[in-house]
């Protein structure tokens, strides 16, 4: 169980590093949009992190639940802002991705 806990982390970290890579590539272009690539690590990153809490409380690991719900929220509207932005090829939603994201990332390291 642990192993599985370690693989859910290291794809948890693939879908965020692919997030963060992307955005940071487009933002190298005119009309940055967000892609399928944003969907699609969105949905690793909630499907990661759902199988990290379950295999921490499966080997009773302590679990912040509050820190995990606002993650989950911040994973969904991911997600849901990036099929936006697939669909409209806007900017605006790439760069509320990108501010998610990096919300994401202190809601992660700070709390």
């Not at 169980?1 to 290291?10: A, D, G, N, T």
């Not at 912040?64 to 936006?84: F, N, Q």
Request: proline content about 5%; overall charge positive; hydrophobic content about 60%.
């Amino acid at each position: 169980m642990e192993i599985l806990r370690y693989v859910f982390l290291v794809f948890h970290l693939f879908g965020f590093a692919a997030i963060l890579g992307g955005i940071f590539y487009q933002l190298r272009g005119k009309d940055p949009v967000a892609g399928g690539y944003v969907v699609t690590s969105a949905v690793v990153q909630l499907v990661t992190g759902v199988g990290l809490i379950w295999t921490r409380h499966a080997l009773d690991l302590p679990v912040s639940d509050p820190k995990m719900g606002v993650k989950l929220a911040l994973d969904v509207l991911v997600a849901a802002v990036a099929l936006v932005g697939m669909r409209n090829r806007k900017p605006w939603p790439f760069f509320t991705v990108a501010v998610l994201t990096a919300a994401e990332v202190v809601v992660a390291v700070v709390w």
